[in-house]
């Protein structure tokens, strides 16, 4: 047994979350089944049930004052937002949603009424997912949570993994891109002010519903992929943003063996986003590339086979090259011409969580 004395165990925050989920992968070692075709790697586990088809296996949790904080989450859109979160990890495998489960954490000051809305929440995600919801777990909790697994189907050929990029692929991204971040901006200025009981505050948020919609419920990018199918074609490499696009390059690169060269300039930028960017004297390429949460696609693919794709629907951001030195794997072109190294930056949720609110 080894000590369990406090003062010398690690604190996460040392390791952060990338650092805990290798810790996590060298204590399980490696899975032995043969059925596992990949394990801890990529959006999603995937497991062959026949010769030809597999499921696809992920799970994730929201946590009151982590992921959200209920002064300005509406519970029908958290319930809504947990489903999302997970069929985007299904999505960013090429696979089809079919299957959930959900366990709620709840506390005291949740009403029956209050936990209908949240299920009514994820009844509308199932909806516009076609998927279902067939079992779970309830249980006391200090603040809300909702942790839900979801099943997803797919054939095996079809499978798209992150470690598939190839050099000369073009790095493409769906919809936009820091918009979620947008709205968390507006939502806790607005919530700072309520609070502050400043005086003629009147709440506008009008010109700011596209980003707030973004943030309080993202749609998963299901209807996409299956144009892809429509369309019989499939890219290199896949993965969702969920930590921000510069982190996803980054796990691109990581797990291809290859490098990035993306351009600023053609970063897919809302003007609603623009424009909040503008109001908080912030960066708007900093939204874009660390912001996180928007759940878009970020896929890599052979310029010829663009083509088939409809091009309303996605913007190219970059290509994939050649890996140079470890700290140079992606490099990013600023709008004014200088090329510079990029750090993954995304959101570490170890690293400074909003503090719990009850
Ligand atoms: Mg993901």
């Known amino acids: 047994m080894e000590s369990q004395n406090p003062s010398q165990q690690t604190a ?3 390791i952060g979350e990338f650092g805990l989920i290798a810790l996590m992968r060298d204590t399980l ?8 075709v990949s394990g801890i790697a990529d959006d999603a586990a995937v497991y062959r049930v026949d010769d030809d088809r597999v499921h696809v296996l992920t799970t994730d949790t929201l946590v009151e004052g982590v992921h959200f904080d209920r002064a300005f989450m509406p519970l029908e859109h958290l319930g809504f937002k947990a489903l999302s979160v997970n069929v985007s990890d299904v999505v960013a495998m090429n696979a089809t949603p079919r299957y959930a489960t959900v366990s709620l ?3 005291q000051n949740i009403s029956v009424e209050m936990v209908t809305t949240i299920y009514e929440g994820l009844k509308q995600a199932c909806d516009a997912y076609d998927m279902h919801i067939v079992g779970g777990d309830t249980n006391a909790a200090h603040g809300l949570s909702l942790s839900v697994s979801v099943v997803g189907a797919a054939d095996a050929n079809n499978v798209v993994y992150r470690r598939g ?3 000369g692929d073009k790095i493409c991204v769906t919809g936009d891109i820091g918009s979620s971040y947008a709205g968390l901006k507006v939502l806790l200025r607005n919530r700072e002010r309520l609070q502050e009981q400043e ?3 009147e709440p506008n948020l009008d010109p700011f519903s596209y980003v707030i919609r973004r943030h309080l419920a993202p749609p998963a990018q299901l209807k996409l992929i299956r144009e892809w199918a429509d369309a019989d074609v499939q890219p290199h490499a896949l993965i969702d943003i969920s930590d921000g696009l510069s982190a996803e390059v980054h796990h691109i690169c990581e797990a291809s063996g290859v490098g990035a060269q993306l351009y600023e300039p053609a970063l897919p930028i809302d003007p609603e986003t623009r424009n909040t960017a503008t109001e ?3 960066d708007v390429t900093v ?4 912001g996180g949460e928007d759940y878009e696609l970020v896929f890599t693919m052979p310029e010829d086979e663009l083509d088939a794709l409809d091009p309303q629907t996605f913007s190219v951001v970059g290509e994939v090259v050649a890996r140079e030195e470890d700290d140079e794997q992606v490099m990013i072109q600023r709008a004014h011409g200088e090329n510079v190294p990029l750090q993954p930056g995304g959101f570490d949720h170890f690293d ?6 009850s």
Do not use: N, R
Request: proline share 15%.
């Open 29 to 36: 070692g490696e899975p032995t089944d043969d059925s596992i």
């Open 280 to 282: 908080f004297g912030e």
């Open 165 to 167: 990029a190839q050099v």
């Open 199 to 201: 005086e003629d505050f």
């Open 287 to 290: 939204y874009a590339l660390f």
């Open 12 to 14: 996460l925050a040392e």
């Open 352 to 357: 400074d969580p909003t503090p719990p609110q």
């Open 105 to 107: 954490g709840i506390p």
